[in-house]
């Protein structure tokens, strides 16, 4: 059997008596479209706060690619190819989008960029630049500042950010929250567009993003993961239409 990008065994995670995340088995196969769906409290977020570094697990184990990193630094798992967006941007609002994509690419690669070198004065490093702003979209907005942008290109922006740092597993925590329907689709097609070299779980709570965008889907209820299957088989379980398709949305 392959090894999974990424793998949880037996997560549990406790605040006092309350059990936030439960003995949860988890893989998240290599060039994967997989979805983390959940009623509102399903732990979500705990979940992936645990998978990131920002929470430790009460006990379990996190494996990236074969290599546990339960015990690793937020940071440390980011350098190991473990990269999420936010369901609210986070973004370098005084920067300008070229800035902000030479910062991370810089500090990436250990190339020590400044504000006061030219991307251009370091090898490659303007042409890396150009392909993410042509890939996401951007290439008319380069020298635009990151918070004059519109909402649209701010998510895009977002994404490229993460995509400069190489990852191979990346975790999109609602691409599309806040995003004007006219450009959810614009979002949703650069995410698609992503190479297979990186395994992508999505958290969404938008059923039509989820089921024209996932090969694989996982339900979270109370901690615990209480379905996965195709989008085919998630769709017609009754149970999953009983605690979450017909019910609050997260």
Request: charged share 25%; aromatic share 6%.
């Amino acid at each position: 059997m392959t090894t999974p990008a990424l793998e949880t065994r037996g997560l549990n995670k406790s605040f006092g008596a309350l059990n936030a995340t439960t003995d949860a088995n988890f893989r998240l196969e290599r060039g994967a479209r997989h979805a983390l769906i959940g009623p509102n409290g399903a732990g979500k977020t705990t979940f992936i706060n645990l998978l990131t570094g920002v929470l430790q697990p009460s006990s379990g184990e996190i494996v990236l690619n074969g290599e546990t990193i339960t015990r690793l630094k937020l940071e440390r798992r980011v350098a190991k190819g473990l990269v999420r967006t936010f369901q609210i941007n986070q973004l370098f609002a005084g920067l300008t989008v070229i800035e902000s994509l030479a910062l991370v690419v810089a500090e990436r690669d250990r190339r020590g960029w400044s504000f006061l070198r030219p991307t251009h004065a370091i090898e490659g490093l303007e042409q890396e630049i150009a392909a993410l702003l042509e890939d996401f979209g951007l290439a008319g907005v380069g020298n635009e500042k990151c918070s004059a942008l519109p909402y649209g290109k701010q998510r895009l922006l977002e994404i490229a950010l993460a995509i400069a740092s190489k990852p191979r597993v990346l975790l999109l925590d609602e691409p599309a929250a806040g995003v004007p329907e006219a450009d959810r689709k614009e979002v949703m097609k650069r995410i698609a567009a992503l190479s297979s070299d990186v395994s992508i779980l999505l958290i969404e709570h938008d059923m039509d993003l989820v089921f024209n965008f996932a090969n694989r889907i996982s339900v979270l209820v109370a901690g615990a993961l209480f379905a996965e299957g195709s989008v085919d088989e998630i769709a017609r379980d009754q149970r999953v239409k009983e605690v979450y398709l017909g019910g609050a949305h997260d």
